[in-house]
């Protein structure tokens, strides 16, 4: 069994200008709502180095699960593998769906957005961190429809684990 572990980041303050650029496009979208809907949202807007991290699930009752709508090819790239179409929980390995799993069930159960940084053990002892925001969607503003999520890998070679490492001792 692998130790999956993440923590929540501050939306004003998640430290990644691509995650601000996505929160502020949600913001923008849902107007007087709650949240935008999935129709408010034009994928064609996103910068073009950020499309490819981002992805779009489904909120599918009545046991409550998540299946990709659209997944990123930077994502496909990271993973080795593409899960349009597929439930969340077919993430490998069981230890990381679970973790991700959570982390929308907390943005369906709260229906607000939630940014997180993730660490991932890899083969042979490596890791891998990333940062993430995710916005709920909703077509009639009260039950969380989609989710809408857009990741971040950073810029400089442990810039996350370094984050990720002082977020840890900070909340522990």
């Known amino acids: 069994m692998i ?20 929160y502020a496009y949600w913001q923008e979208r849902r107007g007087e709502h709650a949240m935008p809907a999935w129709a408010d949202i034009d994928l064609n807007v996103f910068p073009p180095d950020m499309l490819p991290r981002v992805c779009v699930v489904d909120v599918t009752p009545p046991a409550v699960d998540f299946r990709y709508r659209f997944w990123g090819t930077a994502i496909t790239a990271m993973h080795h593998y593409d899960l349009t179409q597929r ?3 077919k993430l490998t390995p069981p230890e990381y769906a679970s973790c991700i799993w959570k982390q929308y069930m907390e943005v369906f159960e709260r229906r607000e957005p939630a940014a997180f940084i993730t660490e991932v053990p890899l083969e042979r002892g490596l890791t891998s961190y990333y940062a993430v925001v995710r916005m709920p969607l909703s077509q009639r503003g009260r039950s969380v429809d989609q989710i809408l999520s857009a990741e971040a890998y950073g810029d400089q070679a442990g810039e996350l684990r370094k984050r990720f490492e002082d977020l840890w001792s900070a909340q522990s």
């Not at 130790?3 to 996505?22: I, K, N, S, T």
């Open 3 to 22: 130790d999956v572990r993440y923590r929540r980041l501050d939306l004003e303050d998640m430290g990644f200008e691509d995650l601000h650029w996505a």
């Open 87 to 89: 439930s969340v929980r």
